[in-house]
């Protein structure tokens, strides 16, 4: 089947006609004072559909904590629902909700995965500038058991180090390219306009 045939996970005609008519009615509620409408079970499932799907491109997929990632994104996506312009122009003159909370969804995941970088820095620090009396168990250890966890701990910390070089490392390889490639497009566009005057 090719891909312009596959049946799309979500319609974004119905669905963008769907958040436009809760957006309404929301505004309306608002202006009455009347209790505001819960988000239909339409839209919600669309915003998991949303979340999931993306969750399942290259960028995403290898992540451990993804189902928080979703979670996130169909969260931001329940909070954003009123913001939604209903007048917002796009090429076609139709509303396009899936693209608005397609991005929603995106930056939901980014910031979740800043989080969980946070959280594995604070892990990482603690094991390795913790004293190794920290991870002993017990007082009733045996010697041999101790020098055990000891080498461990060890072996450990030296591993946080080597990740931690590793990643300076392709940190400082990533910022040379970009800078090759900033210095590519400032000389390519500046031209010394020798060839025409000459």
């Known amino acids: 089947m090719k891909p312009s045939e596959k049946p799309h996970y979500v319609n974004n005609k119905e669905f963008s006609w ?3 008519d809760y957006v309404k009615s929301v505004n309306e509620a608002e202006d009455s004072g009347s209790t505001i409408p819960k988000v239909p079970d339409y839209i919600a499932m669309c915003f998991m559909k949303i979340a999931e799907g993306l969750s399942h491109k290259a960028n995403f997929i290898r992540y451990t904590y993804r189902d928080e990632m979703v979670m996130d994104a169909v969260e931001n996506c329940l909070k954003a629902i009123k913001n939604y312009n209903i007048h917002a122009s796009t090429r076609t003159g139709a509303p396009n909700a899936f693209a608005y909370f397609t991005q929603i969804s995106w930056y939901a995941f980014l910031r979740r995965i800043e989080k ?3 959280q594995q820095d604070i892990k990482m620090k603690y094991i390795s500038q913790s004293p190794f009396e920290d991870f002993a168990i017990s007082d009733n250890v045996d010697e041999a058991s101790l020098a055990a966890a000891h080498q461990y701990v060890d ?3 030296v591993k946080i180090d080597q990740v931690k070089d590793r990643d300076a490392y392709y940190d400082n390889i990533e910022k040379e390219e970009k800078k090759k490639k900033k210095r590519a497009r400032t000389s390519s566009t500046d031209s010394d306009l020798t060839e025409i005057l000459s």
Do not use: F, I, P, T
């Open 18 to 20: 769907a958040v436009v």
């Open 116 to 118: 969980e970088k946070r």
């Open 155 to 157: 072996s450990l910390r």
